[in-house]
């Protein structure tokens, strides 16, 4: 089969970058490893934020998708910095990760010129274009069928050559429970691209149900008035919001963590690379960052409407 454009993934990036080119007419094909996980959120299933949050808004500028799914799947919304000048103000929006997936596949199912295909990218196929230039023509997928292409566009995010670690167990995972993308990595290497790699973590989820509220803060919900939409095209926020609780780590935390480094990838030396953005794991705010604090927050955040699942934000790690 031929299309204009073949793209490798189906998180954040994919799905914006295939609608972008279906919607401009071309003839494009989503490939995912499961279609049931287009526009999966891993971990902390949230959108905005400082920077983030201003992406989001260019994006929907620019005619994506991501507001308008956040818009339509938040179940909290919350102005960030609300009492400092406009300048750091931002909109910040807590997702049911189930909605916001099956809202963006819709999108995607519903979009002409856009086709969706599950299946897993074994490497990428190239042709000589004019002055002998290196071009891209098409996948070649596991299953040894090939897909012909103008143009491939890889978004494979954790996948591509992935490994997860859990305590000082790792093993080859895009993430739990999905496999890693290991054969186009060497694809891309026997290209001539330079392959690192980043790392990202992500904490334990919780039983709401064996959770303690009445030792923790209730954050306060915000009314609807004080924050806008992420989407220039979006009605004013009416659902029902879910609130968050406030706990704090102590010093007997800090103490068992201290205790147990040798225990912790990230200070065993299994783990190589580094995070891609600022997102520091629990053994680093007590060991390296921010030793001297005797607690730090930590966020309670149910992902959805109709789950048990809590989310501790900012309680990061890579102890098992």
């Given at each position: 089969?031929?299309?204009?454009?073949?793209?490798?993934?189906?998180?954040?990036?994919?799905?914006?970058?295939?609608?972008?080119?279906?919607?401009?007419?071309?003839?494009?094909?989503?490939?995912?490893?499961?279609?049931?996980?287009?526009?999966?959120?891993?971990?902390?299933?949230?959108?905005?934020?400082?920077?983030?949050?201003?992406?989001?808004?260019?994006?929907?500028?620019?005619?994506?998708?991501?507001?308008?799914?956040?818009?339509?799947?938040?179940?909290?919304?919350?102005?960030?910095?609300?009492?400092?000048?406009?300048?750091?103000?931002?909109?910040?929006?807590?997702?049911?990760?189930?909605?916001?997936?099956?809202?963006?596949?819709?999108?995607?199912?519903?979009?002409?010129?856009?086709?969706?295909?599950?299946?897993?990218?074994?490497?990428?196929?190239?042709?000589?274009?004019?002055?002998?230039?290196?071009?891209?023509?098409?996948?070649?997928?596991?299953?040894?069928?090939?897909?012909?292409?103008?143009?491939?566009?890889?978004?494979?995010?954790?996948?591509?050559?992935?490994?997860?670690?859990?305590?000082?167990?790792?093993?080859?995972?895009?993430?739990?429970?999905?496999?890693?993308?290991n054969s186009l990595s060497g694809s891309l290497a026997s290209l001539g691209l330079k392959l690192g790699r980043l790392k990202t973590?992500?904490?334990?989820?919780?039983?709401?149900?064996?959770?303690?509220?009445?030792?923790?803060?209730?954050?306060?919900?915000?009314?609807?008035?004080?924050?806008?939409?992420?989407?220039?095209?979006?009605?004013?926020?009416?659902?029902?919001?879910?609130?968050?609780?406030?706990?704090?780590?102590?010093?007997?935390?800090?103490?068992?963590?201290?205790?147990?480094?040798?225990?912790?990838?990230?200070?065993?030396?299994?783990?190589?690379?580094?995070?891609?953005?600022?997102?520091?794991?629990?053994?680093?705010?007590?060991?390296?960052?921010?030793?001297?604090?005797?607690?730090?927050?930590?966020?309670?955040?149910?992902?959805?409407?109709?789950?048990?699942?809590?989310?501790?934000?900012?309680?990061?790690?890579?102890?098992?």
């Amino acid at each position: 089969m031929f299309f204009d454009v073949i793209v490798i993934g189906a998180g954040h990036a994919g799905c914006e970058a295939a609608l972008a080119a279906a919607r401009t007419g071309l003839s494009t094909l989503v490939l995912t490893i499961n279609l049931d996980t287009i526009g999966q959120m891993s971990c902390n299933p949230a959108i905005g934020g400082i920077a983030k949050g201003h992406l989001v808004r260019e994006v929907d500028a620019l005619g994506g998708e991501m507001a308008r799914a956040i818009d339509d799947t938040a179940i909290q919304m919350r102005t960030l910095n609300d009492s400092k000048g406009p300048a750091v103000r931002a909109t910040r929006a807590q997702a049911d990760r189930a909605l916001y997936r099956r809202r963006m596949k819709r999108a995607l199912e519903g979009t002409p010129n856009l086709h969706l295909r599950e299946g897993v990218a074994d490497a990428v196929i190239t042709g000589t274009g004019p002055g002998g230039t290196l071009l891209a023509t098409g996948v070649r997928l596991s299953t040894g069928e090939e897909l012909r292409a103008k143009a491939v566009i890889v978004t494979t995010g954790t996948f591509l050559r992935g490994l997860i670690h859990m305590g000082l167990n790792s093993f080859p995972g895009g993430r739990a429970g999905d496999p890693a993308s290991n054969s186009l990595s060497g694809s891309l290497a026997s290209l001539g691209l330079k392959l690192g790699r980043l790392k990202t973590g992500t904490c334990p989820r919780l039983d709401k149900r064996s959770i303690d509220y009445s030792r923790t803060t209730l954050q306060e919900i915000q009314a609807p008035a004080e924050f806008k939409p992420f989407s220039f095209s979006s009605p004013p926020f009416t659902r029902e919001q879910v609130p968050c609780h406030i706990t704090y780590t102590n010093e007997e935390t800090h103490r068992v963590i201290r205790e147990n480094l040798g225990r912790s990838p990230l200070y065993s030396g299994v783990i190589e690379g580094i995070g891609p953005r600022y997102c520091p794991s629990i053994e680093d705010k007590v060991k390296s960052n921010l030793p001297e604090r005797a607690r730090h927050q930590v966020f309670l955040r149910v992902r959805g409407y109709d789950t048990v699942e809590v989310y501790l934000n900012g309680l990061s790690t890579s102890f098992q």
